[in-house]
């Protein structure tokens, strides 16, 4: 077997007392579209963190096509190929929809260093992957919620990654949004480009990868195929202690 595009090996981050990454190891391979889903406080943001290198690790190992990244510093991550989103949406907003895909580009990794000419072309293609298109010259203010995530996609794709980061880029959009969301994953994927997509609503990411990872309390709780992940009470639990949570907090008026 070839090596796996991304190894972690005991992933570990703590924030004072919290370990909010604990001991996580699992691969993602070349070209391979892997779920990480889990409860709120799971661990999953924190996780990505570490991969992009935004947060240093307490403990275990990172390589990236066999690179260890563990010392490496963001941008040199990026220059390998690895291209994420923020949970938080942060484009320039005084600027196209274009010109923020083509900044994009313009930072891509070392594989497809461009000039600012070329960064337009790649964003025009990034744009169309995304379904973008026929918004491009709109400013971003003018842009609506589910366009401006589509946004953060084609930011992260005109990198030129291996491997994607996707981090609940399909909150707040209602069911159709989601769906075609989805369609554009696929998509991606479908490019040759490597993903990890994290989601809380599990049913937004088992229709789609076919592997999903399981983060609970910062650990692994299980990783399978869709219907092992559904039919696990194990994660039926993690997601229903949740719910009773917020409810127990809504009743009492908090
Ligand atoms: N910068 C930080 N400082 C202190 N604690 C943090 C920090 N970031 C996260 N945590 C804690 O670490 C744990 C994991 O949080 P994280 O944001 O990674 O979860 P998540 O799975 O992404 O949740 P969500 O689904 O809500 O996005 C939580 O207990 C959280 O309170
Ligand atoms: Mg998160």
Redesign the pocket.
């Known amino acids: 077997m070839s090596t796996p595009l991304l190894e972690l090996q005991d992933v570990t981050k703590r ?2 007392g ?1 370990v ?1 990454v604990n001991g996580v190891s699992f691969d993602v391979g070349e070209g391979e579209l892997v779920g990480l889903i ?10 990505l963190n570490c991969l992009s290198r935004m947060y240093r690790l307490d403990a275990g190992s990172i390589r990236f096509g066999g690179v260890d990244i563990a010392k490496l510093g963001r941008h040199e991550v990026a220059r390998l190929g690895m291209g994420r989103t923020f ?1 938080v949406v942060r484009p320039f907003r005084s600027m196209t929809a274009r010109e923020n895909v083509a900044i994009g580009a313009l930072f891509g990794s070392e594989r497809a260093r461009l000039a600012p000419a070329e960064a337009f072309t790649v964003a025009d293609e990034v744009i169309d992957l995304v379904g973008l298109g026929g918004r491009a010259k709109l400013l971003v203010d003018e842009l609506t919620v589910p366009d401006r995530r589509r946004l953060e996609v084609a930011r992260a794709l005109a990198t030129r990654p291996r491997l994607l980061l996707l981090d ?1 880029v399909m909150a707040g959009l209602n069911p159709s949004e989601v769906a075609e969301e989805l369609e554009v994953v696929k998509r991606i994927n479908a490019s040759g480009i490597a993903i990890l997509v994290i989601e ?1 609503v599990m049913q937004v990411i088992v229709g789609i990868c076919p592997r999903v990872v399981v ?1 609970h309390f ?1 650990r692994v709780l299980l990783e399978g195929d869709p219907a092992t992940v559904l039919g696990d009470p194990r994660v039926v639990e993690a997601y229903l202690g949740e719910r009773y949570a917020r409810r127990l907090q809504e009743a009492r008026g908090g």
Request: glycine share 26%; aromatic share 6%; charged share 10%.
């Open positions: 924030f004072g919290v909010a889990g409860p709120n406080g799971a661990g999953k943001t924190t996780l949970q609940e809380h983060l910062g």
